[in-house]
């Protein structure tokens, strides 16, 4: 733990030193937030806020990793090789985010398409799925139950769908949970912690490495992010923090907790889907004042910080509670 946890700070460090500069860099090339017309009327002010953001939080975790791998070549292992398939998860993920983001910046429009971006996230998912099915992973193809003290063997035919519906599904709640100063960071580093802590307790010292470094540099993001955002993460940093979550949860084994432990991220998501649906049944009748949903506790009068601060509490008593029950 006391590895893992330098790691962090080191990530930290990199990060929030270089957080200016790239905020600068940003502001210079004009690359800067657009805000939905039909999205709250406070949120106005924050167009032409630097965004892509999220470079912030995977640049330093791809070079600490990838160092930490060059280093095994001299015969010193500081990094497990099992870690290739979360770093290849954020990688792949960060590369299809920065041209989601560069389009959008550069069209003026809403990015990738929904069916083009969804069949890149499923063939990414697909492909880090198959690898780690097939390869010689402590806990694939298998799922942990609460109470029962050995994980359950799954067959890889139900496995790898499964898991890549899990990769697709938190990508993409992480994306709609970003839409506040702070909220989508200080849940997912609740997160991340979480699944550190139960990788520790089961042993598997690189993936608790290999997440809290990410938590560092959350952390760092963080601290740019904080209400009055300087800098927003978009979806190199949403899509890519979601989809390193649910393999980081897949290879605990304990992926059933994931919906506990991102609570917020499910509540957000299933705001959109309730939202959609009442939208058609009832022919035009909203459920939620504006969908996701802090956007309806905004238009109910609390603040941005209020929001963020009790989603914030309410991922910390939840991510105790799914500790708890991975030790049971």
Do not use: C
């Given at each position: 733990m006391a590895y893992s946890l330098t790691l962090g700070s080191i990530s930290f460090l990199l990060a929030v030193i270089w957080g200016k500069p790239l905020i600068n860099f940003l502001k210079s090339r004009h690359i800067g937030q657009q805000i939905r017309l039909e999205g709250p009327t406070t949120h106005q002010v924050k167009a032409g806020t630097p965004t892509m953001g999220g470079l912030l939080i995977v640049i330093?975790?791809?070079?600490?990793?990838?160092?930490?791998?060059?280093?095994?070549?001299?015969?010193?292992?500081?990094?497990g090789q099992s870690i290739l398939v979360p770093l290849g998860i954020l990688f792949s993920f960060t590369v299809l985010g920065f041209i989601d983001d560069w389009s959008t910046v550069r069209s003026k429009v809403r990015g990738l398409s929904a069916r083009t971006k969804f069949a890149a996230q499923f063939v990414l998912a697909t492909t880090a799925m198959l690898i780690m099915s097939l390869?010689?992973?402590?806990?694939?193809?298998?799922?942990?139950?609460?109470?029962?003290?050995?994980?359950?063997?799954?067959?890889?035919?139900?496995?790898?769908?499964?898991?890549?519906?899990i990769i697709l599904s938190t990508s993409n709640a992480v994306n709609l949970t970003d839409g506040l100063d702070g909220l989508a960071g200080s849940v997912s580093a609740?997160?991340?912690?979480?699944?550190?802590?139960?990788?520790?307790?089961?042993?598997?010292?690189?993936?608790?490495?290999?997440?809290?470094?990410?938590?560092?540099?959350?952390?760092?993001?963080?601290?740019?992010?904080?209400?009055?955002?300087?800098?927003?993460?978009?979806?190199?940093?949403?899509?890519?923090?979601?989809?390193?979550?649910?393999?980081?949860?897949?290879?605990?084994?304990?992926?059933?907790?994931?919906?506990?432990?991102?609570?917020?991220?499910?509540?957000?998501?299933?705001?959109?889907?309730?939202?959609?649906?009442?939208?058609?049944?009832?022919?035009?009748?909203?459920?939620?004042?504006?969908?996701?949903?802090?956007?309806?506790?905004?238009?109910?009068?609390?603040?941005?910080?209020?929001?963020?601060?009790?989603?914030?509490?309410?991922?910390?008593?939840?991510?105790?509670?799914?500790?708890?029950?991975?030790?049971?």
């Open positions: 330093p975790v791809l070079l600490i990793t990838g160092a930490l791998h060059i280093v095994n070549l001299w015969g010193l292992t500081l990094i390869g010689d992973f402590q806990f694939a193809n298998t799922v942990a139950i609460p109470g029962n003290p050995e994980p359950i063997a799954v067959s890889p035919f139900i496995y790898v769908p499964i898991a890549v519906l609740v997160a991340f912690v979480a699944y550190g802590i139960i990788a520790f307790l089961q042993g598997q010292i690189w993936l608790v490495a290999f997440t809290f470094t990410v938590v560092g540099s959350i952390l760092a993001f963080l601290w740019y992010n904080a209400y009055p955002a300087q800098l927003f993460m978009g979806e190199i940093g949403s899509g890519t923090l979601g989809a390193t979550l649910a393999i980081v949860a897949l290879m605990s084994g304990q992926w059933l907790l994931l919906p506990i432990v991102g609570f917020i991220f499910v509540a957000e998501t299933l705001s959109v889907v309730v939202q959609v649906g009442y939208f058609k049944l009832t022919h035009g009748k909203r459920f939620f004042k504006m969908s996701p949903l802090h956007n309806h506790f905004e238009l109910s009068g609390w603040s941005e910080t209020q929001i963020t601060q009790r989603f914030w509490l309410i991922s910390i008593l939840l991510a105790m509670l799914g500790i708890a029950l991975a030790l049971r």
